[in-house]
C-alpha cells in the first residue's frame, strides 16, 4: 500500500469492502460477502488484512442465544482512502484568513461562499417539481462532489440527504462556521415550504451527517 491506495490483484476487492462500510456502517462478513458476491472466508481474509493496515476494527454483538456476530467498521485512519480536497493546505489558508481578516470580515466571505453555492444549486434545482425530485438531484450534486450522498424517504413522507463521507471535514473542525453556512445553502436551494433539519452530524460523532428535508405544515 502506498499513499493510502491498495496495490495488488486484491485492490478492487479491497476497497469495494472500504466503500460498503463507509455508506452502510458497520456490517458483519457474511454481509460484505453478499454483497460483493465473494465467498465470507475470502472477506474475513481482506478484513483481517484491513485491520493489520489499521483500517478496520470489528466489535462483538451477541443476538438471541448463538454465538456473538463479529461486525467490522472503519477506523478513523481509513479516512485517507477517500477524498479529503487537501486538508492540510485547507486549513492552513483558514487560520490565515481568519487572522488577516478578523472574524467578521471572515464570515462574510464563508457566507459570499455560500451565496454562490445557493446560486449554482439552484440552477440546477427544478423547485418546481416535487420534493422527491429536487432532494434527489441535490444529492446528485453532493454525490459528485464527494460526499457519497444517497436518499432515503422517510415513513412519515419526508427525504433524508445522507452524507457518508465529507470531503471537508477537516476544515470543518478547524471553523464550525463552514458547517451551518452549508445548512443554510441547503434550505435556501430546496422549493419553499420545506422544512430541513440536519439530524446527524460527523462534527458531533455520528457516522455520517443526514439532512431531513420535511414539507412545512399547515397552520389551521
Known amino acids: 500500500m502506498k499513499d493510502g491506495k491498495y496495490k495488488g490483484a486484491h485492490q478492487e476487492t479491497r476497497g469495494k469492502i472500504l466503500g460498503l462500510l463507509k455508506m452502510r456502517g458497520d456490517l458483519s462478513s457474511s454481509l460484505l460477502a453478499e454483497a460483493l458476491g465473494v465467498s465470507?472466508?475470502?472477506v474475513r481474509q481482506h478484513l483481517r488484512e484491513l485491520e493489520g493496515e489499521g483500517d478496520v476494527s470489528s466489535t462483538d454483538v451477541s443476538i438471541g442465544k448463538g454465538r456473538p456476530t463479529k461486525?467490522?467498521?472503519l477506523t478513523e485512519r481509513a479516512n485517507r482512502h477517500f477524498v479529503d480536497r487537501h486538508r492540510e493546505l485547507v486549513i492552513d489558508l483558514f487560520d490565515e484568513l481568519r487572522e488577516a481578516l478578523?472574524?467578521?470580515?471572515?464570515g462574510a466571505v464563508l457566507i459570499k461562499r455560500?451565496?454562490?453555492?445557493?446560486?449554482w444549486y439552484r440552477a440546477r434545482i427544478d423547485r418546481s417539481l416535487s420534493l422527491e425530485e429536487q432532494v434527489q438531484t441535490l444529492?446528485?450534486?453532493?454525490?459528485?462532489?464527494?460526499?457519497?450522498a444517497e436518499v432515503q424517504e422517510?415513513?412519515?413522507g419526508s427525504f433524508l440527504l445522507i452524507e457518508n463521507h465529507c470531503p471537508i471535514c477537516s476544515a470543518a473542525k478547524?471553523?464550525?462556521?463552514l458547517c451551518s453556512v452549508e445548512f443554510d445553502v441547503f434550505r435556501r436551494s430546496i422549493g419553499e415550504g420545506v422544512l430541513?433539519?440536519?439530524?446527524?452530524?460527523?462534527?458531533e460523532g455520528s457516522r455520517r451527517c443526514v439532512y431531513q428535508f420535511s414539507p412545512k405544515q399547515a397552520r389551521a
Do not use: N
Request: include cysteine; glycine fraction near 10%; charge should be negative.
Open 40 to 42: 465470507a472466508m475470502a
Open 114 to 119: 455560500g451565496e454562490r453555492q445557493v446560486k
Open 154 to 156: 422517510g415513513p412519515d
Open 102 to 106: 478578523g472574524p467578521d470580515d471572515f
Open 71 to 73: 461486525r467490522w467498521t
Open 139 to 148: 444529492v446528485e450534486i453532493r454525490d459528485q462532489e464527494g460526499y457519497m
Open 174 to 177: 478547524s471553523c464550525s462556521k
Open 196 to 203: 430541513v433539519k440536519r439530524v446527524e452530524h460527523i462534527l
